[in-house]
């Protein structure tokens, strides 16, 4: 529970005077607590303790830019942001070819990482319309999911869906390197957004340097949507109507040039702004 962390690290910087520094990934401070009794005071005193933790902090470190913008605007003190960060040397950046066309019959979507509230119910409408090109338009498709958490049980129905749980980080690329897309889903439910819209998931930078191109549907207001709209790095989805997804993904996956850009412009962007040396040049700066 964030609320006792607060309180332990208050504790401890009084005790000893240590430099803090404070890291968010998500949005916590807008939803901790409401899903409890007495909700909005539960929020209204924890965010309370967490203001008075920002004010003695030595340093502050967002996830995003927009999370640093709207925090230093709601926290009135400077916020700096980092990415994940990459060993290019791991991903044979030099040597990965750049993706330029669907390699098989089938086109092969993948998805790594958790599913829970911040991205179960896109996943689910996902998988309904790759069902709809598979039914109407005769498109073979494989979905395979990484994940320790499983889909909904009414899912398991559909054949051209495999699960796996996590692998080794170490078979990461190679696994990545088998797809034809990259899925990224998060949420379009209220509260759940309110979570992750500030939000760079870590397996965006993982994804990007791939060259395997990203599908990415999400809302427009997310920090997430904001970064590929500036890059141009993904395929961008700002919808979960149906029509809109399966209208998009048939656009998507016959356009070999769009697809040849976006593998380019990933790859790119990974090395530009999460490579190991820059996210680590600015940390040491910091």
Not at 191 to 204: G, H, N, V
Request: proline share 3%.
């Amino acid at each position: 529970f964030p609320s006792h962390d607060i309180l332990f690290a208050d504790l401890f910087h009084k005790e000893y005077e240590i430099p803090m520094i404070i890291h968010i990934l998500d949005d916590w401070p807008s939803t901790i607590g409401t899903e409890s009794m007495f909700g909005k005071i539960w929020n209204t005193i924890i965010n309370k303790e967490f203001k008075k933790l920002i004010s003695i902090s030595h340093r502050r470190v967002a996830i995003s830019e927009l999370m640093a913008n709207e925090y230093q605007s709601k926290y009135s003190c400077k916020w700096e942001f980092f990415h994940n960060p990459i060993d290019l040397k791991k991903w044979h950046f030099d040597k990965l070819p750049l993706r330029t066309n669907i390699r098989g019959k089938t086109v092969r979507f993948g998805y790594f990482g958790r599913i829970g509230r911040a991205n179960e119910s896109t996943l689910n409408t996902f998988i309904k319309c790759l069902s709809e090109l598979n039914l109407q338009y005769k498109i073979k498709v494989e979905f395979v999911v990484y994940s320790n958490n499983r889909l909904d049980a009414n899912l398991n129905n559909y054949s051209f869906v495999t699960q796996h749980g996590f692998i080794e980080h170490s078979l990461v690329t190679r696994e990545m390197l088998g797809f034809d897309f990259l899925l990224l889903p998060l949420s379009f439910e209220k509260e759940d957004s309110r979570f992750a819209r500030l939000s760079i998931p870590t397996k965006f930078s993982e994804y990007l340097i791939s060259g395997i191109p990203c599908v990415a549907i999400l809302p427009e207001n997310f920090a997430l949507s904001k970064f590929i709209e500036k890059y141009n790095c993904a395929f961008l989805i700002n919808s979960i109507d149906t029509n809109i997804v399966i209208g998009e993904l048939l656009q998507i996956i016959f356009d070999m040039a769009r697809i040849h850009k976006v593998s380019e412009i990933g790859r790119l962007v990974a090395k530009n702004h999460f490579s190991q040396n820059v996210v680590q040049t600015r940390f040491m700066h910091l």
